[in-house]
């Protein structure tokens, strides 16, 4: 395989996950302060998911990936990327990966609570992959993209969700680099 043929896989699987990622960003942008647990405790004692979860970045981060889907939809008949979308499925897909990666998020959240791991504490590949598999399972219904895709997004996200939290911790965006 040559470095072009790398080149195009990796945009591929970037451009594939967009929704996603930036849902996942925005989330954190337009973060509230009602939480999407309402502060409900778990029979443990402790909240279900956090305070790092809200109702508005829910809102802002699904439509952020919804806007993002639109884009794709309205550009695919004029690159060579997967997914090939129209426009009606792009807002589709879109909505799908950044909802999808916002509840894979919330559920990330859920395990660190129950296994006694608090907010901004890490969880390693937990705290990078959830949302890839909230995302992918719920855009699966709208659409899927080969599984070599799918992989090699599984490998460069956790190296992009580390990069994005250094640059969202410069910004002041996040308490902890990590």
């Known amino acids: 395989m040559d470095l072009m ?13 967009l929704p996603a990622y930036i849902a996942n960003i925005f989330a954190l942008i337009f973060s ?8 409900k405790k778990c029979s443990d004692g402790r909240r279900l998911i956090g305070n ?14 919804t806007i993002v889907g639109l884009i794709q939809g309205i550009i695919s008949p004029y690159i060579s990327l997967e997914p090939n979308l129209t426009i009606m499925h792009g ?21 660190k609570r129950r296994i006694g791991i608090d907010r901004g504490q890490p969880a390693p590949l937990l705290d990078q992959l959830d949302f890839v598999v909230g995302a ?3 855009s699966s219904f709208v659409y899927f993209e080969n599984y ?17 939290n250094m640059v969202g911790y410069t910004l002041g965006f996040k308490d902890v680099w990590y």
């Open 52 to 65: 790092g979860v809200t109702l508005r970045g829910l809102f802002g981060g699904s439509l952020s990936g």
């Open 91 to 111: 807002c589709l897909f879109g909505f799908t990966m950044g909802f999808g990666a916002l509840m894979g998020d919330a559920a990330g959240s859920f395990i």
């Open 148 to 164: 070599f895709i799918v992989i090699v997004a599984f490998i460069i996200t956790p190296i992009l969700h580390l990069l994005t």
């Open 5 to 17: 043929n790398i080149v195009f896989i990796l945009v591929s699987a970037i451009y594939f996950m």
């Open 32 to 39: 509230g302060k009602t939480p999407l647990d309402f502060n």
């Open 136 to 138: 992918l399972l719920l």
